[in-house]
């Protein structure tokens, strides 16, 4: 029976405890024995299958544990709990696979894959990273360049990039980054600059707007109209309201920071310009609806120059 060692101070290992199914079989032909003792009945057939290491470990007939009763199957002991490895298993076999809470979680079973050469469950872990994508970019882009996971993973992360401001106090916390290069993290950081140099090239020239489509462009009024600007759509010139200029000059200003249509997706974007078309008599009943069919033309255009910026993926 296992009981504390008195006499040397050591703990004797805590008792055996049986996986749940379905690696609980007794037709399994293998033992995989937990860190912390939890005894998972697989398949070799299957290990093998999703994990060369397997393969290759079963290519000599494993030995019989002294400890285990005569016609048990094999035993190896691994190095992961007994949550990892279920989660690791989970993802070779054709099961419901366990889902990943946290990215501390998915971090352990990127380990636990890339260790055992796992390809499909390294792709699986990959789609689920991208869940986690928009909540913690930085961590995933590194997590996917460590890792060497699918581009889409990469290119998720990135995008997400460019809608967040993070603090340098943030970065050094986020652990991950030790583990890639700086030139990695480097290449995010020049594809966030080029899509910021992309997107305010799309209030540097109105050829994509309709001078003849909104009342700021046809405005009059001597309190409105600024100076006059173009050449846009039609390659004519036209004069400005000067409460549109000062909103795509604000505008401008918040995709340089966050060069993405979605900075621009807050209505504070068009409040103050909304007050002051409200003081011209010409503006104050158009300027409400035109701005939100111009913002969303606005929001769009700047997300298709910044999918014109490749991603440098090594
Ligand atoms: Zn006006």
Redesign the pocket.
């Known amino acids: 029976m296992d009981e504390p060692n008195a006499a040397n101070g050591e703990q004797a290992d805590p008792p055996e405890t049986d996986a749940p199914a379905p690696f609980n079989k007794p037709t399994a032909d293998l033992i995989l024995r937990s860190s912390d003792r939890m005894n998972f009945r697989v398949r070799k057939a299957i290990l093998a299958e999703a994990s060369p290491v397997f393969e290759d470990m079963f290519t000599f007939p494993l030995p019989q544990s002294p400890d285990e009763p005569a016609g048990s199957p094999p035993v190896v002991d691994m190095a992961e709990d007994g949550h990892t490895l279920e989660g690791l298993l989970s993802l070779c076999y054709p099961i419901r696979k366990m889902p990943i809470q946290s990215l501390e979680e998915a971090t352990i079973l990127l380990d636990a894959a890339r260790k055992y050469s796992m390809d499909g469950a390294l792709t699986f872990l990959g789609d689920r990273l991208i869940d986690f994508a928009k909540a913690g970019p930085v961590r995933v882009y590194a997590l996917a360049t460590r890792y060497q996971l699918q581009e889409e993973v990469v290119r998720a992360a990135a995008k997400a990039f460019l809608n967040i401001y993070i603090h340098n106090a943030h970065l050094k916390s986020l652990e991950d980054l030790n583990h890639i290069s700086a030139s990695a993290y480097l290449r995010l950081l020049d594809y966030r600059d080029r899509c910021a140099a992309a997107a305010v090239r799309v209030f540097d020239t109105y050829t994509w707007i309709d001078s003849s489509r909104w009342?700021?462009l046809s405005?009059?009024?001597s309190?409105?109209?600024s100076g006059c600007a173009g050449p846009f759509k039609d390659g004519r010139h036209s004069r400005l309201?000067a409460?549109w200029e000062k909103m795509m000059s604000y505008c401008r200003k918040l995709v340089l920071a966050n060069p993405c249509g979605e900075a621009l997706a807050s209505r504070s974007c068009t409040a103050v310009a909304l007050a002051e078309?409200g003081k011209?008599?010409?503006?104050?009943s158009l300027?409400p609806h035109e701005l939100e069919g111009f913002m969303a033309l606005l929001i769009n255009e700047v997300d298709k120059a910044v999918a014109q910026v490749e991603l440098d993926i090594v």
């Open positions: 009342c700021w405005c009059g009024s309190g409105c109209a309201a409460w078309a011209c008599n010409n503006c104050r300027a």
